[in-house]
């Protein structure tokens, strides 16, 4: 049974940091892509990042181009989301993802989020 589960959120003034965590469990870690998804309030769930399987490949929603960072541990079975100069518009439930491919089905894995506030 796939499990995700999201860590690190919290509130921060803007210009802040936080690093979320997510630790995953139930299918083989480094052999899948894994994404951050953010979902503010009223709004549609959105891609923040994604890194492929082995790490070398990654990508960035604009809106975080330059400020966040996708990363994983395929030792530790986790995948990071380092954040930097946060701000008020960052505020949102994170979640973590991965998509698998099982015999031609589509398997979707979402953890149950962690909420980041970016306020003064």
């Known amino acids: 049974q796939v499990q995700l589960a999201e860590s690190g959120g919290g509130s921060v003034q803007p210009g802040g940091s936080l690093r979320l965590s997510c630790a995953a469990s139930?299918?083989?870690?480094?052999?899948?892509?894994m994404s951050w998804y953010r979902q503010a309030p009223g709004k549609e769930r959105e891609l923040v990042a994604s890194?492929?399987?082995?790490?070398?490949?990654?990508n960035y929603a604009d809106s975080v181009k330059g400020r966040f960072t996708i990363s994983r541990d395929n030792a530790k079975n986790t995948v990071y989301l380092q954040m930097i100069s946060l701000k008020p518009e960052d505020t949102a439930v994170y979640y973590c993802?991965?998509?698998?491919?099982?015999?031609?089905?589509?398997?979707?894995?979402w953890g149950q989020g962690t909420q980041v506030t970016v306020s003064s």
């Open positions: 993802n991965v998509v698998r491919w099982i015999a031609g089905i589509r398997y979707t894995s």
């Open positions: 890194i492929a399987g082995g790490g070398a490949n990654t």
């Open positions: 139930g299918f083989t870690f480094s052999s899948y892509a």
